[in-house]
């Protein structure tokens, strides 16, 4: 084929193309390649041949390792089936390291809370997680596990709502008489708002109880609104002052906190290093230090926890769990009040420090997750069992009872039910499974979101069918976890959506509800957020 160009005065000038051949492209493939080009297969050491020579490309290798999102056991089953994983890597910034440490320390660079530590503190957190990157990682996905740090999430206080997107933009909506909206104002809303204040400032996690909202920073800062209990102890609660915009908490100042949980009369917050503090109003359990019942200032909890780094924590009305890491694998403490057996350690009696719930490691089961409800506490097996103990009244053990028990004991009715994730409130359950369906139990309302009679308490799991009428896989799931206040649930699906359902006369669903009406059993879309 000719390309010929004529201007009318020069000669044409011809480029000649190579004619293309009519041969189909199968034909063509069929062909034998030369000799030159062909792949050799290359042995390292005494092993089989290969395909290719992981040593001469390690930063490939190295590329797919920390892109791929391996989990730390997935590295370290590399490092047990082939030495190139365990030989030293030539990386900075330390040259003995495995590829596989290198790959885990690369992915522990992403997370916020971990890019902002100097070289001691990383140590130090190695040190305590075991010595390995690969630990170390483990500790801070296990964190985001429980708490979906630094991921969307939406969580359902009493009368009032926050969500925070995974770019960290809060959203408040619902009832404001404190000011724990942080809108600036006291007046109600209905409509999803973005806290504007707060621009500039990436917010990874939030803790909301009557009154007050706590926000979490990726600075490792601490937001507080709603009635302040931080400046004013010892007053009762008509004397304390309100904060309508987010304020610093200056007591946590020198805390790079990760996570903050609420309970009745008191807050703890949990460090990057994996240490919890707690702070106390006046009127409850000390909860772990020794200080004078009024004492406001964050004090470490003592005792067993002192050395044992704490990866969630999560606060009933009068208790504290705390989920810890150690390199063998994960256990569970508890510290509070204990009546009703909610401390899970086969009594009823209270304790004034951290002590190990002993059940978890005969029933062969090692915790991913806690969840504290008002008065009965939840556990997500890595299993997927899952195990509830406390008070079981209107069944929300989902034990077939309403009998309370002082120990975990796993939930039978889900059996055949992988569960990711536990949420528990006032009397409530719910479990999300690792195919996205929900299943709730407990006590009889709007917010278990179950169909037909609901003048029944549900005393065994039972599906949510209104949530699988959805067709969207649910990942997380948050509901009322007061006495004050009638309760209301947010399930968030995967693509982010969220849908809200149960009591909303105070504007708390995000949804618009029709007159005279101040609850909705259905779940409905909550419009105006992208927690995508």
Known sequence: MDTTTSNGSSPAATLQLHSISENPISAAMELPFPSFMCLKRQCLGNSAPGEFFLA????????????????PRDLAKLEATCSFFRMPANFSPDLELSISEVAALDR???????KRMGEEERQEIKRK?????KLVL???????????????????????????????????FGYNGSGQLGQGSTEDTWQPRPVRSLNGIRIIQAAVSTDRTMLIS???EVYAFGKDWFSEAGLEVQETKLITTPKRVKSLNGIFVVQATIGNYFTAVLSRE????TLS???????GHGTDLNCMLPHPLLGALEDIPVVQISAGFCYLLALAYQPTGMSVYSVGCGLGGKLGHGIATSETQPRLIEQFSLLKMEPVMVSAGTWHAAVVGRDGRVCTWGWGRYGCLGHGTEEPESAPKVVEGLKDVKAVHVATGDYATFVVSDDGQVYSFGCESANLGQQGDVDENTLIPKLVTSLKEKKERVVHVSLTNSTTWAGHTFAMAESGTLYAFGAGERGQLGVELGDNLAERAEPAKVVGIDLS
């Open 56 to 71: 001469s490309c390690p930063s490939i290798v190295l590329h797919v390792l920390t892109t791929c999102d391996l989990g």
């Open 108 to 114: 522990c660079q992403k997370r916020a809370i971990f």
């Open 129 to 133: 997680c075991g010595g390995s990157w």
């Open 138 to 172: 483990r500790f801070l996905l296990a964190g985001e596990f429980g708490c979906r740090r630094e991921k969307s999430q939406a969580l359902a206080g009493p009368g009032h709502s926050i969500a925070v997107t995974s770019k960290g933009v809060v959203y408040s």
């Open 218 to 220: 990726d600075a490792g």
């Open 274 to 277: 994996g240490r919890v503090y």
């Open 281 to 287: 109003w006046g009127k409850d359990e000390r909860l």
